[in-house]
T-cell receptor
Framework: AQSVTQLDSQVPVFEEAPVELRCNYSSSVSVYLFWYVQYPNQGLQLLLK??????LVKGINGFEAEFNKSQTSFHLRKPSVHISDTAEYFCAVSSNNAGNMLTFGGGTRLMVKP | EADIYQTPRYLVIGTGKKITLECSQT?????MYWYQQDPGMELHLIHYSYGVNSTEKGDLSSESTVSRIRTEHFPLTLESARPSHTSQYLCASRRVTSGQETQYFGPGTRLLVL
């Protein structure tokens, strides 16, 4: 079985500061990893994904994430956040063994303050 | 903690059959959502509801329909399944507490139409 843990339910940060949203997963096989963002009153939007290759993945809106197999982590980072980044962020994992079905973490609310 | 249930978890069915994917939540959440996962593993919002008797189409056009007769129940129906409907369908609900929203995901239904 696969699972995802997002350690922080809320992350407050000041505008233009760097941010890291943590994500750890568990799976006995090779995985695919995703970060989704959900703005208020909208559906999920894909930020970035790791399928294979380079462990540093760049996504939209200046976000990036690094796949660390030894630590089973896929933390999301942005060097300088904006007020408009305020949203809920979800980490997700899938694998061939699970039929490529996505398993989501509990989400992290990023609150950017002026 | 919210409980979101989806049944069935896996469904293999022939072309032309009518199917209903069930989704229910036990926490009285008003907002509920259906997402479809495409082969590239991105999620697309296909339906949402803000409460009883409220249903709206999402970003991705879908031949499916939904109903919201009870707060806890948000079933999705395909009148005539086709192979192009093969996908993962993910249900979610949102809770609003002190002005903040938290989203909870069901385990998903993997549909294969032959």
């Amino acid at each position: 079985a696969q699972s995802v843990t997002q350690l922080d339910s809320q992350v407050p940060v000041f505008e233009e500061a760097p941010v890291e949203l943590r994500c750890n997963y568990s799976s006995s096989v090779s995985v695919y990893l995703f970060w989704y963002v959900q703005y208020p009153n909208q559906g999920l939007q894909l930020l970035l994904k790791y399928l294979s290759g380079s462990t540093l993945v760049k996504g939209i809106n200046g976000f990036e994430a690094e796949f660390n197999k030894s630590q089973t982590s896929f933390h999301l980072r942005k060097p300088s956040v904006h007020i408009s980044d305020t949203a809920e962020y979800f980490c997700a994992v899938s694998s061939n063994n699970a039929g490529n079905m996505l398993t989501f973490g509990g989400g992290t609310r990023l609150m950017v303050k002026p | 903690e919210a409980d979101i249930y989806q049944t069935p978890r896996y469904l293999v069915i022939g072309t032309g059959k009518k199917i209903t994917l069930e989704c229910s939540q036990t926490m009285g959440h008003d907002k509920m959502y259906w997402y479809q996962q495409d082969p590239g593993m991105e999620l697309h919002l296909i339906h949402y509801s803000y409460g009883v008797n409220s249903t709206e189409k999402g970003d991705l056009s879908s031949e499916s329909t939904v109903s919201r007769i009870r707060t806890e129940h948000f079933p999705l129906t395909l009148e005539s399944a086709r192979p192009s409907h093969t996908s993962q369908y993910l249900c979610a609900s949102r809770r609003v507490t002190s002005g903040q929203e938290t989203q909870y995901f069901g385990p998903g239904t993997r549909l294969l139409v032959l």
